[in-house]
C-alpha cells in the first residue's frame, strides 16, 4: 500500500474543499457525499480550483467595484458593490457581527445601523477571494 496526496473538491462548484494523505484504498473514503470527486495532489483551495475536465486551474481576479468604503451608520446610508460575480457568497464581519449572503445578481447595496469597521468578502469559483474594508461612522 502507498500513500497518495488528494485534493477533495465539490463536483458542481469546482471548489476545493480540503487535501489529505491516505492510503491508496482509502480514497473512497475521504469523499464525504455524492457531490464530491477528488484530484491527485494537495492543491491550494486559496489558489486553485478544479475545472470540468478534472484539471487544478489557477483562480483568475475578478474588478469588484466598491462606490465607497465609508457610510454612514443610519440604517439608510449604502455603499453599492458592482460588478459581482453570479453567483457569489458575500460575508460580512465587524466587532460582534457576523452575517453571509448568498447573491445572484452583479450588484449588491449594504447598509449598516452600528458604528464600526466592517470587512466584506466576496467569493465565487473561479476567482480570487475579495476583500474590502467598509467603516461605519
Same mark, same amino acid.
Not at 491527485?40 to 466598491?66: E, I, M, P, Q
Given at each position: 500500500?502507498?500513500?497518495?496526496?488528494?485534493?477533495?473538491?465539490?463536483?458542481?462548484?469546482?471548489?476545493?474543499?480540503?487535501?489529505? $494523505? @491516505?492510503? *491508496?484504498? =482509502?480514497?473512497?473514503? +475521504?469523499?464525504?457525499?455524492?457531490? /464530491?470527486?477528488?484530484? *491527485?495532489?494537495?492543491?491550494?483551495?486559496?489558489?486553485?480550483?478544479?475545472?470540468?475536465?478534472?484539471?487544478?486551474?489557477?483562480? $483568475? $481576479?475578478?474588478?469588484?467595484?466598491?462606490?465607497?468604503?465609508?457610510?454612514?451608520?443610519?440604517?439608510? =446610508?449604502?455603499?453599492?458593490?458592482?460588478?459581482?460575480?453570479?453567483? @457569489?457568497?458575500?460575508?460580512?464581519?465587524? *466587532?460582534?457581527?457576523?452575517?453571509?449572503? =448568498?447573491?445572484?445578481?452583479?450588484?449588491?447595496?449594504?447598509?449598516? =445601523?452600528?458604528?464600526?469597521?466592517? $470587512?466584506? +468578502?466576496?467569493?465565487?469559483?473561479?476567482?480570487?477571494?475579495?476583500? /474590502?474594508?467598509?467603516?461605519?461612522?
Amino acid at each position: 500500500m502507498q500513500a497518495v496526496s488528494i485534493s477533495i473538491y465539490e463536483l458542481d462548484s469546482g471548489r476545493i474543499l480540503r487535501s489529505t $494523505t @491516505c492510503i *491508496d484504498s =482509502d480514497i473512497p473514503l +475521504q469523499l464525504q457525499d455524492a457531490n /464530491e470527486d477528488w484530484i *491527485d495532489g494537495h492543491w491550494s483551495d486559496v489558489d486553485y480550483w478544479v475545472d470540468g475536465t478534472g484539471y487544478a486551474v489557477l483562480k $483568475t $481576479t475578478n474588478v469588484v467595484t466598491f462606490d465607497k468604503t465609508s457610510v454612514v451608520a443610519d440604517n439608510v =446610508d449604502y455603499c453599492t458593490l458592482s460588478n459581482l460575480p453570479d453567483p @457569489c457568497h458575500i460575508t460580512i464581519i465587524g *466587532d460582534g457581527f457576523f452575517t453571509e449572503h =448568498d447573491i445572484t445578481s452583479t450588484t449588491e447595496t449594504i447598509k449598516f =445601523d452600528t458604528v464600526g469597521e466592517y $470587512t466584506i +468578502q466576496i467569493d465565487s469559483v473561479p476567482y480570487f477571494i475579495h476583500e /474590502e474594508i467598509i467603516n461605519a461612522y
